[in-house]
């Protein structure tokens, strides 16, 4: 049994000899793309990643969280779905997320259930770039103290 197992076996353990029988949290991660490289065209925007969650009952506190390196200044822009189509339509738009033009972007953001576009925008450039990505939605899922079964 790894290290992380054992303590949750522990925690479980210890959590049953309290009497308590609610549920606890552990955090956990979905990763979407690690270090996944892209070339995006000189003048061109790209959606590099889509995600929808749900309100769940047994999860909180979701983050996006990761990081693009890029060779030349660009921008990551991430939009829920009402936004990304106002900015595909060029309209205007609220982003939950907008860098700014780096070459290193890094974020760790606060979000809510709902249906999420990570664009990369190099409009702004002559040349082609290439960048390697990273994201990652990060949240704390219930780990329900009855899932071995009964008390031993």
């Given amino acids: 049994m790894n290290r992380k197992g054992l303590f949750l076996l522990i925690h479980i353990l210890l959590a049953s000899a309290c009497g308590r029988s609610?549920?606890?949290?552990?955090?956990?991660?979905?990763?979407?793309?690690?270090?996944?490289p892209f070339e995006i065209s000189a003048g061109e925007w790209v959606v590099i990643g889509?995600?929808?969650?749900?309100?769940?009952?047994?999860?909180?506190?979701?983050?996006?969280?990761?990081s693009v390196q890029a060779a030349s200044p660009l921008n990551l822009l991430i939009l829920e779905q009402p936004?990304?189509?106002?900015?595909?339509?060029?309209?205007?738009?609220?982003?939950?997320?907008d860098s700014g033009q780096s070459t290193s972007i890094t974020f760790d953001i606060p979000v809510d259930p709902g249906g999420y576009q990570f664009v990369i925008d190099n409009r702004g450039?002559?040349?082609?770039v290439n960048i390697t990505a990273t994201i990652?939605?990060?949240?704390?899922?219930?780990?329900?103290p009855n899932i071995l079964g009964p008390q031993l």
């Fill in 22 to 36: 609610s549920a606890e949290f552990t955090a956990t991660e979905r990763t979407l793309l690690r270090n996944t």
């Fill in 50 to 66: 889509r995600i929808v969650f749900v309100e769940q009952g047994n999860s909180r506190n979701q983050r996006f969280t990761g």
């Fill in 83 to 97: 936004d990304f189509l106002n900015f595909e339509a060029n309209q205007a738009f609220e982003p939950t997320f």
């Fill in 125 to 128: 450039s002559t040349t082609p």
């Fill in 136 to 144: 990652v939605l990060a949240q704390e899922e219930v780990i329900d």
